[in-house]
């Protein structure tokens, strides 16, 4: 519920908005029991206006109802000059009582009912690892944990060329706070036992970015790395460079090319190429894929020297020109020339066209008039190449080892001439990635052969090999992205005579702020020419788009800033999974001078005093109290007599008990779920009365602290519950966090009860903040006798005494549903003699009490032996104070009491489970039989874990 609190009417502007569960809390944690000097208050609900004022007279039976309401939207509260306003008793009990039980019902459920939505992989049962969380909670550690930090930004590698090793970067949130930091590990393995791996921590308000000194590191950390806003571009992740010769080929009319009709050796239906040499270039079947599209250009017959011949006879009979020589260079169809006839016979110069040729006799389609013996010249003139059919683009539909088929049905013939051949489209760049990133200021491109690199031949050895790569880049405008720089251009290599992992890191940094675009290529062709066996294939790994980090630090938060090489021990690791033990350092509380360690100001600085690793919910409970985002309360309104009393009771069964371990990760959280999953972990319930939050520890009780009889029940309300095994559970799984766990510490393990195996279902408990075996042990054997033997439940309506009850604490109910009444008022007292106002029965040889309610709401237990009569008792002892049995006495309302046999009394105690204030006139009460045997394991020897425990 949103509370709008106008603390001055005169400037709305002042306005603030806080957050409660109800009218009743805001009362009584904002004001206490009165309102500032000055001031009286209204409430509203939603806007201001007499209808929708919620009524706060202690007198009108409509403010109980209203104040305790939590359905309302949003209040408005007014605070304006007047008399101060006083929250009356009644209404200060009524808020108590509300907040003691909201308080209580926020306890953590069991397994069954537990949300597995939380963020922080702290709390994860498995599968542990480091990730950004964006607009996440920050983690606020409580206690000791396993830390699994989060990334403050994603991690960017780079390779060592000296070591030619990769190493990553990663800059990590511990959590809010101060840390006692022990067991730095990548997965399983110290960090300092990982070669060239190390980390740096900062304390609040430190940080790398402004140079700040660790306050503790791990291995070497002499190194320096920017720290940088680093973003993955998977557009470039894992590519292989190829040279230009491998995705092209060569852009040459060239030979080695055959072009087929179809019929072919590769198809009965369509054309194909094939290659007829591959000297310095691809095999079609690394260069193409089907779909893809050939272009044939350049294709085309050879031109033709001009030819010229002597003619010793020509005769028009035959039509014919004898040569001195066998003509070559001409052939049938070519138009020749004749020259050198005089005379009468100079009417034989002239053009024809050749017919045919046969020896040295060339016979032309022309017919001549007359014969000649004299001698003349026929010449052919220059012929130039004639365009190919075979040019166009096609597609490629099959390609196999050294040949193509296209899609071409019309080629006539097969022939071998020069062509040149390129398949569309292709080239040795990559596609442009657009880096939109306003901030960007650099990029980090790691180049990789893991192969290694080198030229191997059988006369030499290894021999050494460069493999050049490019990157380009280009600014981009910064609101459309559309390219407005000129294009710069970086080169770096990769080389050696190794075959092991080689590589480098292009990289720049500082530029301008703004988007950019980039691709890469390699430079240099393969060597196609050669036996040698060639290593030089260059993978473009990784690619980072980076930017500054702006902030010079993060306040108050722990960093860790890592590098980790990626040696084969690092590698074999598997996923990245940096952990380490962190214990969140807090003030210490000292009960007796009341008094704190050390101080840690609003801002999160420790600005005075000590802090010390805590795991004890005495220091940490109002440690999340008081701190500013977790509760932001003062410590005043903790009663820590109350938390220190609990806290003692449970240290006195085990140490371990009253302690909690858990991270908070939930942006949702009120300080009451805070308060509420803390206490649940210490085994303890919180609630708040009278102001103050107060604590009930779960332990053997000695004595109820209240006696419920038909006196102050509402008529006939009584209802008691019997009930078989819940929903057939006869065993329990008890999950938990074991720092001692063998081979993985702070794995999950189980505990599963009976530990015989005698059961059929089991109901599993996963309770936050558990940590440790003991406390676990404690805690499951309770919940198990719990489930086996509470079956007895009662419900009723009280009067305005239930108002006092305490979530979690042992009442004495008279079971009102029996013909036989063992409970009522005390009807007159002579000495120690006592005349009740309902007869009882005596168990023969059995000791019997009676329980008499003083007039503050405590209980006395007295033993008590038959009187004169079956409505008269003989106490054992006096009464602490007088009994009251005449209603017209100053004392007040008659002594109420409950009378039970010894053996019996137990049956008649319940823990306090719910109350409900809703009705107007009685308080709903709900408890569960208690038993002390639910706690007889807390006075046991813990066992061994190792023989206990259940591996999960």
């Known amino acids: 519920m949103r509370v709008y609190l106008f603390d001055d009417l005169t400037d709305r502007s002042k306005c603030r908005e806080l957050e409660y569960s109800c009218p009743a809390e805001f009362l009584l944690r904002h004001y206490g029991e009165r309102c500032p000097s000055g001031k009286s208050v209204q409430m509203f609900d939603k806007e201001p206006s007499m209808e929708t004022a919620i009524p706060m007279d202690p007198a009108d039976p409509l403010s109980e109802d209203a104040l305790l309401c939590d359905d309302y939207e949003y209040i408005t509260v007014l605070e304006s000059p007047g008399d101060p306003w006083t929250i009356g008793a009644a209404v200060v009990a009524l808020v108590a009582a509300a907040v003691a039980i909201s308080m209580a019902k926020k306890k953590v459920a069991a397994a069954d009912n537990v949300d597995r939505g939380q963020s922080s992989d702290n709390n994860s049962l498995s599968d542990r690892s480091n990730k950004v969380r964006y607009n996440e909670r920050i983690e606020d550690i409580v206690g000791k944990v396993l830390s699994v930090p989060s990334m403050v930004a994603p991690t960017y590698t780079k390779i060592d060329s000296n070591k030619q090793v990769r190493y990553e970067i990663g800059l990590y949130c511990v959590g809010r706070g101060y840390y006692e930091i022990q067991d730095v590990k990548e997965g399983d393995t110290l960090l300092s036992d990982i070669t060239g791996s190390s980390a740096k921590f900062y304390d609040p308000f430190g940080a790398p970015m402004e140079n700040s000194a660790p306050s503790m590191t791990v291995g070497d950390a002499s190194w320096s790395e920017p720290v940088l806003q680093a973003r993955r571009c998977e557009q470039f992740e894992s590519i292989v460079l190829k040279a230009p010769n491998q995705v092209q080929l060569p852009n040459a009319v060239r030979s080695g090319y055959r072009f087929n009709e179809p019929g072919n050796d590769e198809s009965a239906t369509y054309s194909s190429i094939t290659q007829t040499n591959q000297d310095g270039m691809a095999n079609f079947s690394e260069i193409f894929l089907v779909g893809d599209q050939v272009e044939v250009s350049g294709a085309a017959g050879p031109d033709r020297p001009a030819v010229s011949f002597t003619i010793v006879q020509s005769s028009n009979v035959e039509d014919s020109f004898t040569l001195a020589l066998t003509p070559s260079g001409i052939l049938v169809g070519d138009t020749i020339n004749v020259t050198g006839y005089i005379l009468a016979d100079s ?499 059995q000791t019997h009490y009676i329980v008499l309610m003083r007039r503050n709401g405590s209980l006395e237990s007295i033993q008590c032996t038959p009187g004169a009569t079956d409505k008269e008792v003989v106490l054992a002892n006096l009464p602490s104070e007088p009994i009251v049995s005449d209603e017209n006495r100053l004392e007040g309302i008659r002594t109420i009491y409950s009378f039970a046999a010894d053996i019996d009394r137990e049956g008649q105690y319940y823990t306090v489970d719910d109350i409900d204030p809703t009705d107007p006139e009685y308080i709903g009460v709900k408890g569960s039989i208690y038993l002390d045997m639910y706690y007889e394991m807390d006075y046991q020897p813990i066992p061994d874990e190792t023989v206990t425990i259940n591996q999960y």
């Open 347 to 845: 009417g034989l110069n002239g053009t024809y066209t050749v017919a045919s040729i046969t020896g040295n006799k060339i016979y032309v389609v022309e017919n001549f008039a007359i014969s000649s013996t004299q001698t003349a010249t026929l010449t052919r003139p220059y012929i130039p190449p004639v365009t190919s059919p075979k040019n166009g683009t096609y597609d490629v539909l099959e390609v196999g080892d050294g040949y193509i088929v296209i899609d071409n049905t019309t080629w006539s013939g097969d022939e071998q001439i020069n062509a040149r051949v390129q398949r569309v489209g292709a080239t040795e760049w990559t596609d442009w990635a657009t880096l939109p990133d306003a901030n960007l200021m650099g990029v980090i491109a790691n180049l990789t052969a893991n192969a290694g690199m080198y030229r191997n031949s059988a006369e030499n050895g290894l021999s050494f090999l460069t493999t050049f790569v490019e990157m380009q880049y280009q600014s981009l405008d910064a609101a459309t992205l559309v390219p407005t720089g000129a294009i710069t251009t970086l080169t770096n290599q990769v080389d050696g005579a190794s075959k092991s992992f080689r590589g480098k890191t292009l990289e720049i940094q500082g530029l301008t702020a703004g988007p950019r675009r980039i691709r890469f290529r390699r430079t240099n062709n393969f060597d196609y020419d050669t036996d040698d066996v060639i290593q030089d294939e260059v993978t473009l790994e990784t690619v980072f788009a980076c930017s500054p980090i702006i902030q010079a630090n993060f306040g108050d938060v722990t960093l860790v800033y890592t590098k980790t090489e990626f040696t084969r021990q690092a590698v074999a690791i598997g996923e990245r999974q940096l952990n380490m033990v962190a214990s969140r350092k807090i003030p210490i509380y000292d009960q007796e001078t009341r008094t704190w360690s050390g101080v840690i100001n609003e801002d999160g600085w420790h600005s005075s005093g000590t802090l010390y690793p805590a795991r004890d919910v005495l220091n940490i409970i109002p440690f999340v109290y008081q701190d500013r985002y977790m509760g932001n309360r003062p410590v005043s309104e903790i009663d820590m007599d109350s938390l220190a009393a609990a806290a003692n009771a449970l240290y006195a069964i085990h140490p371990d008990l009253p302690t909690c371990d858990y991270t908070f990760d939930d942006t949702e959280m009120s300080v009451e779920n805070h308060l509420a999953l803390i206490a649940d972990a210490a085994s303890m319930t919180s609630y708040r009365q009278y102001g103050k939050v107060r604590f009930e520890p779960d332990v053997r009780k000695d004595a109820p602290t209240m006696l419920f009889t038909h006196r102050n029940k509402k008529p006939a309300s009584d209802v008691v519950t019997r009930t078989m095994i819940s929903d057939g559970y006869d065993g329990i799984e008890f999950k938990y966090v074991s720092p001692t766990s063998v081979g993985s510490p702070y794995r999950t393990e189980t505990i599963i009860l009976p530990l015989d195996g005698n059961y059929t279902k089991l109901k599993s408990f996963e309770i936050p903040g558990f940590t440790g075996f003991a406390k676990s042990w404690l805690r499951a054997n309770r919940e198990y006798r719990k489930l086996m033997n509470q079956r007895q439940i009662t419900e009723f309506g009280a009067t305005n005494d239930a108002r006092m009850l305490v979530p979690g604490s042992m009442m004495d109910s008279v079971d009102n549903t029996t013909f036989q009444s063992n409970d009522g008022e005390v009807m007159g007292v002579s000495g120690l003699t006592l005349t009740l106002s309902q007869p009882v029965v005596f168990t023969p040889g």
